[in-house]
């Protein structure tokens, strides 16, 4: 039945509208029905089959015989013979893309390092999907909580525990940058992996900073709260050794208040003394030192005090004793705390960062106040609490960093106060400035059992003085554990593997816990391993997945991406096929297998290589050398050769999970080679039995609306000897050479057999390989199923006919299959 087919432009990227015209109408009254307005010329043309005519011509006043094709020209495209038989066939437009794209943008999702492949580092990623690792990517392994950082002997410690992945990996370098961890003095890691899909790790150290520390100073007593004039009591009754200075006063008014003071102090008593004594042999001079208060007793009789200072740091007399003025004065000196400062979660001890920026050339005394609260943002708990004091001495100019631990004597909430007893040196030559640097509330839980994943517990030096906090950027170089198949059972032993279909069992059936019997894993396998032998570059898979929002389906099709592979459902299995050259094609499809009219969806699209298209193919991969972003260019000169060249307006792909220039030298070959030759896209809607194709299978397929005259389908019906009669008739032009393709009982197809015309019968054609054609007239009855349907093209016109199955869906009583164009020179490159 002819058709009236508008084209809204050359291509029909515009818009395409097919309409059926009754045989016998006239070309002049269909158009002026479709065009009430009338058509300009100017800007529309006008085909009768493939003869471009006018309105006034005499051929559009006589019946119809073909289709009448109306283009609606674009300015700037030029309509070539091979455009308009495409549009003389194009119903409507399909897109197509027999190797699916990345779902998503697979190479930076949820912020995993493995996948980002600038300023790499650990970082913690709350909330997402522990690592998914398949292959050997470059790992920088998640950290499980803050880093803890502590000071051993001057130099800052990092313990960093880390999860590398689901399952096990073997684990070959474990680096910090680019430098082995071995190289690093002191360093040093411990791997946990899991029994049974279960990880134990001895002990965990759970810590966590507060934000309200930064680097506070801690200062020195200097400050003077009060002053008390005291009388001595006796003569030279005064000890000092070591650092305790004890000395006597006379109960008076002075002493009984500083008494009062002392005995009601919450804080330490910092008390300040002024004295004479001779500390080199040249006279004696007045001093002063201060010290702690640590007792204040009154004797007997009641007459005097004897005060004992601790920590004192006044100068020592090495000739007599010491002596006072009277009256002479002593001072109590203030300390500045830091605090309080509440941490917000429950623990079991508290750890304490210091930093002495200038050096250290005496003794620093530190007291911590804790006092629990009953809740993260709670009140007070009435009754005694807890205190640390601690020393920190040296003798250097060099900077210095120390770390104070304290065990509290119960977990709980708290808050504390902290602040130093000593009194400022302030003396460049005996430096004490003290900087609180980070404050930690640490938890430990012993013998943690966890899930499926593989664990990395590292302890890092920071720089050899500790001077700032460094990224310790850890990566490993892995390779995942997968399960197999073995060509008969799933292998669930786990061993090293980089191959793409481990990839695809392990995820499908190990980490999903999906039934292997969904999966045609005979078909998965021949592709394979049938690639490992020609170089198992090209079925690699090496990538992290990250996301869990990203679904099995889509992973899948990652995974598949790499190997030029694409799966569908047959039922409850998927089944695999792989985007290469096929030796044979799978069946027949002619007239007798495409559905009637009234139900009939057919389009037909050419895509012409315009300025606006793509004009060359930029492949993204990552070089595993160097761990970063590759790429590979293949574009056309002017002669149409392939060279390694970029273009004006690439076909950009992803290679997601490819770390093999080999594998994306293969596709970028490939993809530039379709932008050449694969041009057509089909839909047409077929018989049930269509149900039988499968996606990539190579056919032969008889277009019902193509205008060669040297592409015949149809049933055969009869067989007599060497001679065939078939359902439509043959027009040999008697000067080329034919071949017939034709289908067994199976629907399987057999050819190509060489034919000869029979004279005068236009219905029959003479072949010497005629022995397995079926006849409808068979064993299987009449109405069950039609003869052999064949296919005749001329040798030179046979790649006309070769399309490769895209998509199948059924439509009620009928599939609607989705083809593009075959044309092995696209593969010319494996």
């Known amino acids: 039945m002819p058709k009236l087919i508008v084209m809204r432009d050359q291509s029909g990227a515009t818009g ?36 471009l005519v006018k309105i006034t011509d005499s051929a559009m006043l006589e019946p119809i015989k073909s289709n009448i094709t109306v283009v609606m020209e674009a300015k700037g495209i030029e309509l070539t013979l091979f455009q308009l038989i495409a549009i003389t066939l194009v119903a409507a437009a399909i897109s197509y893309a027999l190797i699916p794209s990345i779902p998503g943008n697979m190479g930076a999702t949820k912020d995993s390092p493995n996948n980002k492949l600038q300023s790499q580092t650990n970082i913690a990623r709350p909330y997402q999907a522990y690592p998914l690792i398949f292959g050997s990517p470059r790992s920088y392994p998640d950290l499980t909580g803050e880093a803890l950082i502590q000071y051993v002997d001057n130099v800052k ?19 910090a940058g680019e430098t082995p961890l071995a190289n690093f003095q002191d360093a040093s890691y411990t791997i946990y992996e899991p029994v049974n899909k279960v990880v134990t790790v001895p002990e965990v150290t759970y810590a966590f900073a507060t934000n309200e520390v930064d680097g506070q100073p801690l200062v020195g007593a200097g400050a003077v709260l009060s002053t008390y004039n005291l009388n001595e009591s006796g003569v030279d009754l005064t000890a000092y050794i070591g650092t305790t200075f004890v000395f006597q006063v006379l109960k008076d008014a002075g002493s009984d208040q500083l008494k009062v003071d002392f005995d009601s102090s919450a804080v330490d008593f910092l008390l300040n003394v002024n004295y004479n004594a001779d500390v080199s042999g040249e006279g004696v001079i007045g001093r002063d030192g201060s010290g702690t208060v640590s007792s204040m007793v009154l004797d007997g009789g009641m007459t005097f005090y004897t005060i004992t200072i601790a920590k004192f740091n006044g100068a020592m007399a090495v000739v007599g004793g010491y002596t006072y003025g009277t009256p002479f004065v002593v001072s109590n000196l203030s ?45 007070p708990v009435i009754g005694p609490q807890q205190s640390f004091l601690f020393d920190f001495t040296g003798d250097t100019l060099e900077q ?86 073995d060509g008969v059972n ?33 078909e998965l396998y021949e592709i394979q391993n049938r690639l490992d032998l020609i170089d198992p570059r090209l079925a690699t898979f090496d990538f992290t997945f990250d996301d869990i929002d990203i679904s099995l389906n889509d992973r899948m099709d990652s995974i598949l991406q790499v190997m030029r592979c694409v799966k569908w459902l047959d039922g409850d299995v998927y089944r695999f096929s792989r985007d290469e050259e096929r030796e ?25 290589q315009l300025i606006e298209s793509f004009d060359s193919v930029k492949i993204e991969y990552v070089d595993k050398a160097i761990n970063k972003k590759a790429y590979v260019f293949r574009s056309l000169d002017s002669l149409g050769n392939v060279i390694n060249t970029i273009g004006k307006n690439p076909k950009t792909m992803e290679l997601a999970g490819c770390k093999e220039e080999f594998n994306a030298i293969n596709r970028a070959e490939l993809e530039i080679r379709k932008l050449i030759y694969q041009r057509w896209v089909l839909s047409d809607t077929l018989l049930p039995s269509a149900m039988l194709l499968d996606k990539g299978d190579l056919i032969l397929y008889a277009e019902q609306y193509n205008n060669s005259n040297n592409i015949f389908d149809g049933e055969i019906i009869a067989v007599n000897g060497n001679i065939a009669t078939t359902s439509e008739s043959i027009e040999f032009d008697g000067v080329s050479d034919y071949i017939i393709n034709y289908t067994l009982d199976d629907g399987s197809k057999i050819g190509p057999f060489s034919i000869l015309p ?19 007239d068979s064993s299987l009855g009449f109405l069950i199923q039609c003869g052999s349907r064949y296919i005749i093209n001329t040798v030179e016109n046979l790649e006309e006919s070769q399309w490769t199955v895209t998509e199948k869906e059924p439509q009620g009583d009928s599939v609607q299959v989705s083809m593009i164009n075959y044309d092995k020179r696209i593969y010319e490159f494996d």
């Open 16 to 51: 395409k509208d097919i309409y059926k015209i009754e045989s016998g109408e006239i070309p002049l009254d269909v158009l002026m029905h479709h065009f009430p307005d009338g058509i300009n010329q100017d800007e529309t043309k006008i085909y009768l089959g493939l003869s």
């Open 335 to 379: 300390a500045i705390p830091v605090g309080p400062i509440r941490l917000a979660v429950e623990m079991q001890e508290i750890w304490f960062n210091f930093a002495f920026n200038r050096g250290l050339k005496k003794t620093v005394s530190i007291r911590v106040n804790m006092q629990q609260l009953d809740g993260p943002n709670g009140s």
């Open 400 to 485: 210095q960093f120390r770390t104070f631990k304290g065990v509290l004597l119960s977990e709980g909430y708290y808050e504390f106060t902290i602040a130093r007893t000593d009194v400022d040196s302030n003396n460049s030559n005996a430096p004490d400035d003290t900087k609180l640097e980070s404050v930690y509330a640490i938890n430990k839980d012993q013998n943690v059992e966890l899930g499926n994943i593989t664990l990395i517990d590292v302890e890092m030096p920071g720089t050899i003085n500790a001077t700032s906090l460094r990224e310790n950027k850890i990566n490993i170089d892995l390779t995942s554990k997968l399960i197999t198949y």
């Open 758 to 776: 029979v004279i005068n019968e236009p219905f029959k054609f003479q072949c010497d390989d005629l022995l397995q054609v079926f006849l409808r």
């Open 157 to 175: 410690i990092v313990n960093q525990l880390m999860s590398v992945g689901v399952g096990l990996f073997d684990i070959d370098k474990v680096r």
């Open 490 to 522: 799933v292998n669930y032993t786990t061993t090293a593997s980089r191959r793409a279909a481990d990839a695809l069992i392990h995820l499908y059936v190990d980490f999903y816990g999906l039934d292997p019997e969904t999966l045609n894993l005979d």
């Open 584 to 608: 044979f094609e799978s069946t027949v499809i002619s007239r007798n297998d495409i559905a009637s009219d009234d139900s009939r969806e057919f389009s037909m699209v050419y895509n012409p």
